[in-house]
Structure formats: structure tokens, C-alpha cells
């Protein structure tokens, strides 16, 4: 248990013993009392071998014998010598920290839940990420964040701030007469303008209660916080700003519902993005007509004769294509380009109509799958009231042969063949279900549990 601090002065090595957690206090003005901090009183030149320092050397290197002032000349200005296990410690310990802290202030930016531990720790692991055992922490934390960012190994944002721009009294707002209300209402517009200028979305900016609301209350990111300070003390806002919260995420446990719900929004902006780009092409050929018709004659007049110079030089052994020019086939082109749009539109609605029979077919067979077993679970209730007695021996043998060949999962529901059996217990809808039915929740079947990403639940 001792710490070594090194120092080399005048060619000569010093060293003095000190307790392990004791030097980081004395470095810190916590702990002035040397005997607290040394193990004893004397310097050594290889405190491992036990070589203590001369008077001679003291005297010649550091001006004084006093070893006292030595050893706090050397706790000052010396080096703590650090063993393997110790600094592989400490750099653990700092890569916990750095992963602990994103997974407090960063979240998906979907379903805006943080991320776990041990998948950030994975996560940093996959890109490359080497922790720095003097480096502040935070700094770390926002370069952990960009290259997790930049290799695409999580799909991972900062959690977004509330904020508050609160609009400051002036002397004609306090009588609430009409031109005090405009002021206001010109100030609060006047801050939205900004904020939405600066990135803020309009979508995360809460509305106005009414022309008196004082508070504009909006989510940032928080790379834009001193950005959004400056706003509020802006001539035209004249307000201050306040943290409502710190990170914003969502809280509670994920349901089905909410699952669906994320993969819908996905699915409606992969939709809109493809129109987006649909609609860029039209656009594009339409802006090529607009600008063909916005044309001035002169220079109309000189394309026609180019044309049709060329089309006569051209065409001379086709005589019944003398009347065609540029124009013509610019406009051509142009109505191709829309009908290869609008073939394109029809493809991505026959794709989404052939995803959505698809998932019906499968939704199907899993009802139909479901009823069969539930038939084979209960052979025994469908027998007739006329032969009673040997209906329930027959119930009696497909029972027996039913718990001979197939096994129940009180858990999931359903029985499986033996070589299915062991495999179901290792799915990831048996593990889901035990997690559920843990927490006292309703166990999922097998088409509830394909529906939603299994990801997000374990």
C-alpha cells in the first residue's frame, strides 16, 4: 500500500513513500499534515531497495538539508509512479464514466429512449473509441459522441433541453393596455423568428396560451444554448432564459403499441422522402418547359432555324421527317420524364400494397396456426353427446398421445414438438414473455412478438 512520487533534480533521483490516496488530497490544500500523507519522513534515492539520500546530495541539489522541506518541495513538483493495475483501473473507471454520461444525455433519435450501459460500452468498443486517463470527462463525452456519429455504430443524438425565454416586464406593459399587448405579442414573435432561424423546429416550440404568456417555452439542442441565451437578450426580445429540464426523454417501459407506432412514423418518412424525390424530378422537367416557354422570340426564332438547317442536312434521305426540331423533342423528353415519375409512384404503391398482403398473409397463418393448435388442445370437448362413452376414450388416447409427443409452455401458451421444445426456450419471444410476466404484464403471442422490433426490448 504505498505510493511512490519521483523527482529528478541535479542528476540524481529522489523518491519519498507515501500512502495511496493520500497525495491527491495534499495536492488539492485538503490534507496539510505530512504525517498524514507520508509513510515516514525520509527520502530515498529507490525507495523499492530501501537507499536513502545523503545529506551531501540534499545540500547540493535542493540548497538545504531539511528534509521536511524536501519532501514537500518533491509532493509538489515530483511524478506519482503508477502501477499497470492501477492505471488499467483508473482508465476503466474513466470509461465508465465517459458511458455512463451518454447514456444519461443522449437518446434514439425515433423513439427519443436512452441507450443502456453495456450497449454504449459495445458501442465504443466497436468504433475505436481509447478513453484518456488525464483528459476532462466531458470533452471525452462529446467525442465519444461524434465518432459513434461518424462510424455509424449506434443510431444515437444528444437528448434535446427544455428552455424557457421569459419576456421581461417594460413600463407600458404594466397598465395592459393595448399597445402594451402588441409590444408583447411583437417581442414574442419576434423571439420565435429567431429561434426557428437558429434550428429550433417549429414543431418544439409550445404555443402561446394567449396575447398576455410571457414564457415561450421551446426543446434545443444543447450545442445551441449560448445561441439561444443571446436571443433572449436580444434589443427586440429583451428576456432571460431559463433550463426547465436538463435532457428530455422518454420515460416508462416500451409497449406494443408504442413499437408500432415508431415503425409507422418510419415507414411514413421513408414514403415521404421517395416523394420528395419524385416530385423533384417533375419539378425539374417542369421548370425546363416554364423556361422554354419564358423564352424572348428572337431567340426562339434562332433555334427554329438551327433546327430545321440541321433537320434539312440531316434528313436528306428521309424526306418525311423534314419538320422536326429541338422544341419538339424537348417536350418529348420532358413528358417522359414525368411518366417514368409517375411509374415510379405506381411502383412504390404496388410495393406497399404487396408488403401490406404479405402481412395479412402471415397474419393469417398465424390465427390459422393458433386454431389448429387450440383444435388439437381440445379434441377431447368436441366429441358428439350420442357415443359419449367412446368419445372420451378416443379424447382419453389423443391426449395421451398428445402429452407423448408434443410439450406445453405454460408461459407462451401452446405445446411444441421435443425437438422444438428446447429451441423455444431459448427464443426471444419465450425470453420476452418470462421478462413480462416478471413484472406482472400480460404475456405477447408469437405474431404480436414478430410485429415490433425485439431489439428495442432487450
Not at 421517395?274 to 422554354?292: C, F, I, P, Y
Not at 414478430?450 to 431489439?455: E, K, M, N, T
Request: glycine content about 6%; some cysteine.
Amino acid at each position: 500500500n504505498v505510493a511512490v512520487v519521483r523527482l529528478s533534480r541535479g542528476g540524481h533521483r529522489f523518491e519519498v513513500a507515501c500512502y495511496r490516496n493520500k497525495i491527491v488530497n495534499y495536492r488539492q490544500g485538503t490534507e496539510t499534515d505530512l504525517s498524514e500523507v507520508l509513510q515516514t519522513e525520509r527520502i530515498f534515492t529507490n525507495v523499492s531497495k530501501g537507499q536513502f539520500a545523503n545529506s551531501k546530495t540534499l545540500k547540493k541539489c535542493f540548497d538545504t538539508t531539511d528534509e521536511e522541506e524536501v519532501c514537500r518541495f518533491i509532493l509538489a513538483n515530483g511524478d506519482v509512479q503508477v502501477s499497470d493495475q492501477e492505471r488499467a483501473a483508473q482508465l476503466e473507471s474513466t470509461a465508465r464514466e465517459v458511458a455512463s454520461m451518454v447514456s444519461e444525455k443522449c437518446v434514439h433519435p425515433i423513439s427519443r429512449r436512452p441507450y443502456t450501459m453495456p450497449q454504449i460500452r459495445d458501442g465504443m468498443k466497436a468504433a475505436g473509441f481509447m478513453v484518456h486517463p488525464t483528459r476532462n470527462i466531458k470533452q471525452q463525452f462529446l467525442d465519444c459522441v461524434r465518432l459513434l456519429q461518424q462510424k455509424q455504430v449506434l443510431d444515437i443524438e444528444r437528448a434535446k433541453m427544455k428552455l424557457a425565454i421569459v419576456l421581461l416586464e417594460e413600463e407600458h406593459d404594466d397598465d395592459g393596455s393595448d399597445e402594451g399587448n402588441t409590444r408583447l405579442v411583437e417581442r414574442r414573435d419576434a423571439a420565435v423568428t429567431f429561434l426557428i432561424n437558429e434550428g429550433v423546429a417549429a414543431a418544439d416550440i409550445l404555443p402561446s396560451t394567449g396575447d398576455n404568456d410571457t414564457r415561450i417555452i421551446f426543446q434545443s439542442d444543447p450545442s445551441l444554448y449560448r445561441r439561444m441565451d443571446g436571443i433572449a437578450r436580444h434589443d427586440n426580445v429583451q428576456g432571460r432564459l431559463e433550463i426547465i429540464q436538463q435532457c428530455v426523454t422518454e420515460e416508462g417501459d416500451v409497449t406494443l403499441g408504442h413499437e408500432l407506432e415508431r415503425k409507422a412514423q418510419q415507414q411514413q418518412q421513408r414514403d415521404e422522402n421517395h416523394v420528395l424525390t419524385t416530385g423533384r424530378v417533375a419539378t425539374q422537367t417542369g421548370s425546363d418547359e416554364k423556361n422554354d416557354v419564358n423564352e424572348d422570340v428572337p431567340t426562339l426564332s434562332d433555334k427554329l432555324q438551327s433546327g430545321l438547317r440541321l433537320t434539312s442536312n440531316a434528313d436528306t434521305n428521309n424526306n418525311d421527317h423534314d419538320d422536326h426540331h429541338p422544341t419538339i423533342t424537348r417536350f418529348a423528353n420532358s413528358r417522359k420524364a414525368q411518366k417514368a415519375a409517375q411509374k415510379k409512384s405506381k411502383k412504390a404503391k404496388r410495393r406497399e400494397k404487396e408488403d401490406a398482403a404479405e402481412r395479412e398473409a402471415k397474419i393469417a397463418a398465424e390465427k390459422a396456426r393458433q386454431k389448429e393448435r387450440d383444435e388439437r388442445r381440445g379434441l377431447h370437448k368436441n366429441t358428439s353427446a350420442g357415443d359419449a362413452a367412446t368419445s372420451k376414450n378416443n379424447a382419453d388416447q389423443v391426449s395421451n398421445a398428445d402429452m407423448g409427443e408434443c410439450k406445453a409452455c405454460n408461459t407462451c401458451g401452446g405445446s411444441f414438438a421435443p425437438h422444438e421444445y428446447r429451441s423455444h426456450f431459448r427464443s426471444d419471444w419465450h425470453r420476452y414473455n418470462v421478462k413480462l410476466k416478471m413484472k406482472g404484464c400480460a404475456t405477447v403471442s408469437e405474431k404480436e412478438f414478430l410485429l415490433c422490433d425485439s431489439d428495442a426490448f432487450f
